[in-house]
């Protein structure tokens, strides 16, 4: 993981531009643990289900993938990609899909406990579905 060099006491603004050094990948990831510790915080107001669901749905595609596998959708784009790096890229999309299909899976059970539908969920959290490359 990678270091942001701060200051020891930090105003939001400072903080906010210290994360602002992190490149995408890291900053979704950044968010993703943000969220986590809000639904932690918030546990005494929500059933232990749903926190658990929660922190399922934000836990994100683990970093290192989620960089490589945008390099790789960069490089098909630039039309650059060897057949090796093909090869690699039809594998991360799988895994990538098993995560995000996971993911799904989390927040339809969460609907289910709140009883509402799959997009109201979506809406509600914030959450929109993953762009398709």
Not at 36 to 57: D, G, H, M, N, Y
Not at 65 to 85: G, M, N, S, V, W
């Amino acid at each position: 993981m990678p270091t942001v060099q701060v200051e020891a006491q930090l105003s939001s603004d400072e903080l906010l531009e210290a994360v602002g050094q992190l490149s995408l990948s890291e900053l979704e990831q950044f968010v993703h643990r943000v969220i986590a510790l809000q639904a932690r915080r918030k546990a005494p107001s929500l059933p232990q289900a749903e926190v658990e669901l929660l922190l399922r749905i934000n836990r994100g595609i683990p970093p290192d993938i989620q960089e490589r596998y945008d390099e790789l959708i960069a490089k098909r784009r630039a039309e650059t990609l060897t057949p090796d790096e093909y090869s690699e890229l039809l594998r991360l999309g799988d895994e990538v899909e098993k995560l995000e299909a996971r993911r799904v899976e989390y927040l339809a059970e969460l609907a289910r406990l709140r009883k509402t539908s799959l997009t109201a969920l979506m809406e509600d959290l914030g959450i929109s579905a993953p762009p398709h490359d």
